[in-house]
Structures are given as C-alpha cells and as structure tokens.
C-alpha cells in the first residue's frame, strides 16, 4: 500500500516536472512561480499527512524525492515533512550513526540551511560531522565538504572564529584536480565545481557571495531525483545568471551551455524559454567579446 502510493506520486510527480507545456514551469527562485500555482503541490498537501504515516522501510529514496520537489519550488514546511519521515526511516534501518542516516540528516540541515534556520542545520551537520570523522577520516571529501557546510552556518550566525576553523579543517581551497577527477559524472563534477567557486568566494571573504553559490549545490541533488526535468534546467539557469552577477564569466558561460543542452532535449530549441536562456548566453558572449553563436 506504501509503496503503491509512493511510486503513484513520484509518477505524477515526474510527469508534472518534465512537461514544460502542460503544467505551469517551476522554478528554483519561489518569487517567480508560488508552488500554490500548481494544482499538484494543492493536492500533495492534502495527502501530505496520509503518504508519511503510511511510509515504510525501504520508502527513504521516494520520501525524499518528493521532499525535494518541494523543496525547489520553496514549500519547505511541506519538503520538511518528507525528509524527516526520510531521516526517521533510515534510523530505525540503519541506525542513528550510520552513513545512509548522516546523509538523510544532511539532506534536511540543507534544507534548514535554504530555509535560513541555521541554528536547526548547525546541529545537524554537526552530528553528521562526527559520523563522517569517526567512520571516513579527517581527509575524506565528505568530512572535508561537512566542514565547509558548518563553516558557513557559523558566518551565518555571526561566529566568525569558528567559521575560520572549519573552512580551514575542510582544506577545499587546495581541493586538487584528482577529486574532481574521480568521477566521470557531469553532474557529480558539477557539485564540486560549485563547491569550490563557493570556496574561492568564502578565501576572498565575500561569504555573502559563498553562501549564494553553495545553496545551489541542491541541482546534484535535483538531479539525482528528477533527471532531464524542467526543474534541473531552470535551476541551472539560476545559477548561470547568479555566477554573471558574480562576474564569474567563464564559469555562467559554462552553465548556459549546459542550460541550453538540457532545454534543446527537452522543450526544443524553438520553444520560447529556450530562446530567453539563448539570448541571456549571447548577452554574456557579447561582453565578453566573444563571437556569438
């Protein structure tokens, strides 16, 4: 019955996020389409109650994809009820210490992070931190990844020495090539891209600007929920006009192409979106003196 409901959801869920033409386009930024537009996320809520109560062990993945749907489209107290349920399953799973549990953990601390309760993401990460020091090492990418997350929940809060130590313990402003290199995925590769332009802001202290770019590390996660849907794309595109506004031009350069790759297999190269993304691209080639294509 559980698994029934879920995979009936994420089925609806999917279709709703991959066609651009029949339901109304979602967008990362919530101010430019509220989730109450959507007749889905009006009916998700009224089952909201009834798919967590009726969700088992082996429901973590669907709970959590359907948590970042929420998510992206800004209805985090309604992306909260997902990944707690989430969180609360992997526990009684695969106990309070484990892995799989400090990764649904992290999965609301993001959530947390976006919806700017820094205080409820700080325990969290914390505890995850422990985990991954106890289980991983000092030097893992993760242990190193989970510092910088503390560290910028700590600017966040004001307490500057302690974001300095973290950032310090997370070593990823001499992140070398051969972590990004292990693995051949675009979109894993993508993450860490993000993290380290995220970390080249916080070394320059514009922890304003780091804070921004690290919030979209949620596109791998988008990602591994939903690939190829509308939601990615947009997202991407967010991010494309976010490192412009940064003045990192090469790197918005790099994500418009991805934008516009992702658009072209889904919506078509005629479709006006499409068009708007393109002429945001060859706005930045212009500027930067480069040929337009």
């Not at 309760?117 to 995850?128: G, M, P, Q, R, V």
């Not at 939601?231 to 991805?258: D, T, Y």
Request: include cysteine; hydrophobic fraction near 40%.
């Amino acid at each position: 019955m559980s698994a029934q409901t879920l995979a009936t959801t994420l089925l609806s869920t999917k279709q709703m996020m991959g066609s651009f033409t029949q339901q109304p386009a979602l967008a990362l930024d919530s101010k430019t389409l509220e989730p109450a537009n959507s007749q889905y996320f009006l009916d998700l809520r009224l089952i909201a109650p009834e798919l967590v109560a009726e969700a088992q062990e082996g429901d973590e993945q669907a709970l959590h994809r359907i948590g970042v749907a929420c998510r992206l489209c800004g209805d985090f107290e309604l992306a909260k009820l997902f990944y707690i349920k989430a969180l609360e399953l992997s526990t009684d799973a695969h106990g309070v210490d484990s892995l799989a549990t400090s990764t649904h953990r992290n999965f609301l601390a993001g959530l947390y992070f976006a919806w700017q309760k820094f205080d409820s993401a700080k325990a969290l990460i914390e505890y995850s931190l422990a985990v991954y020091r106890k289980i991983l090492g000092e030097q893992h990418i993760h242990t190193r990844l989970t510092h910088f997350a503390l560290a910028l929940v700590y600017t966040r809060l004001g307490e500057t020495q302690l974001a300095k130590q973290h950032f310090d313990l997370s070593a990823l402003k001499n992140l070398p090539t051969s972590d990004q290199a292990q693995s051949v995925d675009r979109w894993q590769n993508l993450n860490f891209r993000i993290f380290s332009l995220a970390a080249m802001k916080f070394e320059q202290q514009q922890y304003e600007e780091s804070y921004e770019l690290f919030r979209y590390c949620v596109i791998t996660e988008a990602h591994e929920a939903w690939p190829g849907s509308m939601i990615v794309a947009k997202s991407l595109n967010s991010l494309a006009l976010l490192c412009r506004a940064q003045q990192m031009n090469s790197e918005a350069e790099e994500f418009f192409k991805m934008t516009l790759n992702m658009k072209k297999d889904i919506i078509g190269a005629e479709h006006s979106d499409y068009l708007n993304t393109q002429s945001q691209y060859r706005d930045l080639l212009r500027y930067m003196g480069k040929a337009v294509v």
